[in-house]
């Protein structure tokens, strides 16, 4: 079974997060999960979903300051990372080698054991730091996915919307799916 780690730090688009995680479940994929203290804050200022929910939805749950945790290292052969969403301090500290919780500390591991790491970046709009770091962590071997839903599935609402773009982060992880529509060259009608 293909592991994955999900980190949900505190930017705006916790339900992204939410949703990846709904989708890896049905996927059935061995989910470890870390939310940062204010991605918690921002789940219950954005959305009516309790942390504890989200919670359940992973296999393991992993406290953002643990890092004796498995996915911490290397050794434990997580198969890939993705940060959603990512806000730019995660990014930064990703992109700049600086560990300072599980989440960056498993972004790190997966991009020196040279796995899939996703970040999607939830941040609007970009400064030259942001581009940087974005470009940094792209040359580490990370995916920057920022948080950019397409419309040419014309969706018919947020849930639609949110879970079309989080089948394109399991796309990005590697994940094989069926869960959103694939482009076929016209737009439903």
């Given amino acids: 079974m293909m592991k994955v780690f999900v980190g949900?730090?505190?930017?705006?688009?916790?339900?992204?997060?939410?949703k990846v995680l709904e989708l890896l479940r049905r996927a059935g994929v061995e989910i470890h999960l870390s939310i940062t203290k204010t991605a918690e804050r921002v789940l219950r200022l954005e959305t009516d979903y309790d942390p504890a929910y989200v919670k359940s939805l992973a296999h393991h749950f992993w406290d953002e300051g643990d890092m004796a945790a498995p996915p911490a290292s290397g050794s434990f052969g997580?198969?890939?990372?993705?940060?959603?969403?990512?806000?730019?301090?995660?990014?930064a500290a990703i992109?700049?080698?600086f560990t300072t919780n599980l989440i960056t500390r498993a972004a790190e591991v997966g991009l020196k054991e040279r796995r899939r790491v996703v970040l999607v970046v939830r941040e609007s709009p970009l400064s030259l730091v942001h581009i940087r770091n974005m470009e940094l962590a792209t040359l580490a071997g990370a995916i920057v996915m920022p948080a950019a839903p397409g419309f040419y599935t014309r969706p018919r609402d947020?849930?639609?919307?949110?879970?079309?773009?989080?089948?394109?982060?399991?796309?990005?992880?590697?994940?094989?799916?069926?869960?959103?529509?694939r482009w076929g060259g016209q737009a439903r009608a």
């Fill in 8 to 18: 949900i730090t505190g930017a705006s688009g916790v339900i992204y997060g939410v």
């Fill in 78 to 91: 997580i198969d890939a990372v993705a940060v959603v969403p990512c806000s730019t301090k995660t990014l």
């Fill in 95 to 97: 992109a700049n080698g």
């Fill in 158 to 181: 947020i849930d639609e919307l949110v879970t079309t773009f989080a089948g394109r982060v399991l796309d990005a992880l590697g994940i094989k799916h069926s869960f959103t529509p």
